[in-house]
């Protein structure tokens, strides 16, 4: 089975990790989450009465499941939790790269140079989070490794929010979610894409 999520995450991931339950109630106040459940350890939440205003899907007529279908089977059974639109919060200790099957090189966010050695900055940057600096060879300017344009393939960060069943650029957030988590936090959010087979 394969996964298709769209992430999102605050946009500095070295900022103090953001309450989740002011997070968790930013969403609810939004329509984004519903009732909870819990699959293999974690909590999820199906979609709320308000998912279709606050993910923007794109497109002319998207299908989009908000509950499973009734050939996935029992909760827990393989991919059930691939097989319609909900949301996981999801935090660690430490900030993390987080990127699936699909990331694509970034770019230099002032000369717009493609990074080709970008595992070599991800692995970088793991070694010394905070102190690491990327120097473009094209432009000499300098980016933090969350700085670079990863071009919504990819995030860094503690917190995250994931919402299942979202295809590479098949939805985006709306403003009002977006507005809404900086409010509750404090701080800018960011979104991407992640697709594992």
């Avoid at 009465?49 to 909760?75: K, S």
């Avoid at 059974?77 to 990127?99: A, M, Y």
């Avoid at 970034?106 to 692995?123: E, F, L, S, Y």
């Avoid at 094209?138 to 919402?163: K, M, N, P, Y």
């Amino acid at each position: 089975m394969e996964a298709h999520k769209l992430l999102l995450h605050p946009a500095d991931p070295e900022a103090p990790e953001p309450d989740p339950a002011a997070v968790l109630e930013a969403l609810r106040q939004g329509g984004l989450v519903g009732e909870g459940f819990t699959l293999g350890g974690r909590r999820h939440h199906y979609a709320g009465e308000r998912f279709l205003d606050q993910i923007v899907f794109l497109g002319c007529a998207p299908h989009v499941a908000l509950e499973p279908p009734p050939d996935a089977g029992e909760p827990g059974t393989e991919g059930w939790e691939w097989s319609f639109c909900h949301v996981t919060l999801v935090r660690t200790p430490d900030p993390g790269f987080v990127g699936g099957d699909n990331v694509l090189a970034p770019r230099c966010p002032r000369c717009r140079q493609t990074i080709d050695d970008w595992h070599a900055v991800v692995g970088a940057w793991r070694s010394n989070s905070t102190g690491y600096r990327w120097r473009c060879p094209g432009c000499g300017g300098e980016s933090r490794a969350h700085e670079l344009d990863w071009r919504q393939s990819a995030g860094f960060g503690r917190s995250f929010i994931e919402v299942w069943g979202i295809h590479n650029a098949e939805a985006v957030p709306a403003e009002s979610l977006l507005r809404a988590l900086q409010d509750a936090t404090g701080g800018e959010w960011r979104y991407f894409y992640y697709h594992d087979r």
